[in-house]
C-alpha cells in the first residue's frame, strides 16, 4: 500500500499523496464565539461517539454528494479499548474513479471539510482520514493489512457505494485471502520504516545537541559573556568554570563529545546510531541542564 501504514492497534492515518491527511483538531473556528452561544450549537449535546460520527458523516455526504462513497468509524471505541479524550477516528473514501481529482478539486474538498467542522463543533475532537477508492480496491486485492483491518474493525456509517458490509461479510468467512504480493508489498515497506527510525534517532541526538550546547550557553552568560558559537563552548566552560573548581570536568568532557558526535553526523560521516547511545546522551543532556540550573540560580542570587 502507498500510504503510510502501521498495525492496527497503531495505525497511523491512512494517506494517500493525492488526498494528504486532515487533522480537524488543527482547524479552528474562524469567528470567535461567546461561551453562552457555544454551549448552544446542537452538535455539543450530542454525547456518544457513535452518534457524532452519524452526525458528521451525514453532513459530509449532504455536502460533498456521490463524491463520497463511504464513511467509516474506525478506532479504539469500535475495538472496546477507548480511552477518555481520545479522538474520533473516520475514515472518508471518495469516489475517484468517477471524477477526475486535480489540485483545485483537492482544495475544494479540504476547505469545504474545514467548514464543517468549524461550523459544528463537538464534545470530541475528530481525527479525518480520507482514503480514494480505487486505491482502497488496489489495495484490498493485494490484502494489504491495513484495509483488511478497516474491514475488520471498521464500522459503516454512510456506505453509499453499497461494498464495505458486502466485503465486510466476505471477510468473515474467510473468502478474502492474503495473496504472496500482499507479504512482499508490506516486506517492501520496511526498509522505509527502518530508515525513519534511523532518522528519528538522529534527531534525538540534535535535540540533546542542542539542550547541552545552550545549557552551555546559557552559564556562560549569566557571568557576563556573550554566548559563544557551539565549537568554543568546551574552551570557555573549562576556563571559567571547571579550572576554577565550579563545575566537573566531566562536563566539560561531555559538551566537547556531544558536539563532536553532532559533527559526525552533519558531515555524514555517522549515518546510524545504536539506541542505547542515544538514550545515554538523553540522560547527560537532562543531568547537566540540572546542574547548570543549580548554578546559573546560585550565580544570579
Request: hydrophobic share 40%; aromatic share 8%; no cysteine.
Amino acid at each position: 500500500m502507498a500510504e503510510e501504514t502501521s498495525n492496527i492497534n497503531q495505525m497511523k492515518p491512512v494517506k494517500p499523496a493525492v488526498l494528504p491527511d486532515l487533522d480537524l483538531k488543527q482547524i479552528k473556528p474562524e469567528l470567535p464565539m461567546k461561551p453562552g452561544v457555544l454551549k448552544q450549537l446542537p452538535t455539543l449535546k450530542i454525547k456518544s461517539e457513535w452518534d457524532i460520527a452519524m452526525d458528521f458523516s451525514a453532513k459530509v455526504f449532504q455536502k460533498f454528494d456521490r463524491l463520497v462513497k463511504a464513511t467509516v468509524l474506525f478506532g479504539s471505541a469500535i475495538r472496546n479499548n477507548d480511552i477518555v479524550g481520545s479522538d474520533i477516528d473516520i475514515i472518508i473514501i471518495l469516489d475517484d474513479a468517477s471524477v477526475k481529482f486535480d489540485e483545485e478539486l483537492i482544495a475544494w474538498y479540504r476547505e469545504e471539510l474545514g467548514k464543517i467542522i468549524e461550523e459544528n463543533p463537538y464534545k470530541r475532537d475528530l481525527h479525518i482520514n480520507t482514503l480514494k477508492l480505487t486505491t482502497w480496491w488496489n489495495d484490498l486485492l493485494k490484502g494489504d493489512p491495513v484495509i483488511i483491518n478497516i474491514l475488520r474493525y471498521g464500522e459503516s456509517l454512510i456506505d453509499s457505494g453499497g461494498f464495505f458490509n458486502p466485503l465486510k461479510i466476505l471477510l468473515q468467512e474467510g473468502k478474502i485471502n492474503i495473496t504472496p504480493e500482499a507479504i512482499y508489498t508490506i516486506l517492501n515497506r520496511i526498509p522505509s520504516h527502518i530508515i525513519r527510525s534511523k532518522i528519528s534517532e538522529m534527531n534525538s541526538i540534535e535535540g540533546t545537541y542542542w539542550a547541552m550546547v545552550e545549557s552551555s550557553q546559557a552559564l556562560l552568560m549569566s557571568i557576563k559573556i556573550m554566548p559563544p558559537s557551539p565549537e568554543h563552548v568546551s574552551i570557555l566552560l573549562k576556563e571559567h568554570f571547571a579550572d576554577k573548581g565550579l563545575l566537573k570536568m566531566k562536563y566539560i568532557t561531555d559538551v566537547k563529545a556531544i558536539y563532536d558526535l553532532h559533527r559526525r553526523i552533519m558531515h555524514g560521516e555517522l549515518r546510524d546510531i545504536d539506541g542505547r547511545v542515544v538514550d545515554e546522551w538523553q540522560d547527560k543532556a537532562e543531568e547537566y541542564f540540572k546542574v547548570v540550573l543549580k548554578l546559573i540560580d546560585e550565580i544570579i542570587e
